[in-house]
């Protein structure tokens, strides 16, 4: 086992995940090195005598294999903590928070139709009853169908608070001819403003915004604890506007993807909302699916002619929080069902691929 109080007790051959480009040459007077790469960096260093500790790895992420052990080991046995919190706890702080930020005043809320959004108009609904409109938008990206499962479902849940708005020409048009991804998001979430600001108007005024954006949204958008790279603005985060009419309300800024799951679950909403997924009898083995239409075509056969057409490829990963994923291994009958079904019922597509990169070194989204 590894020597020191951070990592008293993790095997000394333990994998972590490592995501950076720079490794400590020489630690300061006093610290003593607990772990080291297979190359000889500094993974994990302590002071004691200072109170600081030190590591240049990811211990919160899946890919960690004792990284739960090392937080517990920092948090309990070092910080001292009682560790007697509960996910109640948080909903009720969530809860106060809206109450604090809002005031009386009115809110619209973006529900997209997903857990996050879907869990913020639940919250809102029962922090600030009579003063909240839930906006879902028909931009004409959805799955088949998508729309009214959305609307259905969340009626039942927030009843007279649910407005559907179809803005389907507006969102295309805007995107018509445009393929540079980042381009696309800042399009996408200026064109989603503009369709909330005449909503808002519409409804008698609001003064706040209330969006689904998560903490993974946050890292992968903006610097938000010093310099770092932008990965890729979320529309919800680093694709808004820089002038907007309403402020911004985000009560699950502060929380990964696992924890919102488990907040709808507290807060009532039904397994369909919670668990929502297109795929079939799948769910439990996945984190996220969609197909790609692939800027490119390929030579194909059907019939006795030759076809120059499009392809289609499948993503889908698992995951727990987001930060990280591996392509998910699902079974081999049920990818040749999906990609004969494309292929034969969807006109112009001839090949259909099935993507096995994981999160590093690419993202789940592809754009």
Known sequence: ??????????????????????????LPHGFTALAKTASGAIAAAENPDKKMYLIQFHPEVVHT??????????????????????????????????????????VLCALSGGVD???????????????????????????LDEAEQVATSMKSVIDRDLVVINAKKQFLDALEGVTDPEQKRKIIGRTFIEVFDIAAQELGGADFLAQG??????????????????????????????????????????LFKDEVREIGQLLGLPESVVGRHPQADLYEKTWQAFAVLLPIKTVGVMGDGRTYDQ????????????????????PDDFLAKVSSRIINEVKGVNRVVYDISSKPPATIEWE
């Open 213 to 254: 954006t998560l903490y993974p949204d946050v890292i992968e958008s903006s610097a938000v604890h010093g310099p770092s790279v932008t990965i890729k603005s979320h529309h919800n985060v680093g694709g808004l506007p820089e002038k907007m009419k309403m402020k911004l309300v985000e009560p699950l800024r502060e």
């Open 1 to 26: 086992e590894a020597s020191g109080k951070l990592l008293a007790g993790i095997p000394v051959n333990s994998t972590v995940w490592a995501s950076h480009g720079d490794d400590v040459e020489k």
């Open 117 to 143: 959004s879907s869990v913020v108009a639940t919250l809102l609904h029962q922090a600030i009853p009579g003063q909240v409109h839930a906006v879902f938008v028909d931009h004409g990206l959805l799955r």
């Open 65 to 106: 294999e004792h990284g739960q052990e090392i937080l517990q080991n920092f948090l309990f046995r070092i910080a001292g903590f009682a560790g007697d919190w509960k996910m109640e706890t948080i909903v009720s702080e969530l809860v106060d928070r809206v109450k604090k930020q809002v005031g009386n005043k009115k």
């Open 311 to 330: 392809v289609i490829a499948l993503r889908a990963v698992t995951s727990t929080d987001g930060m990280t994923a591996d392509w998910a291994q699902l």
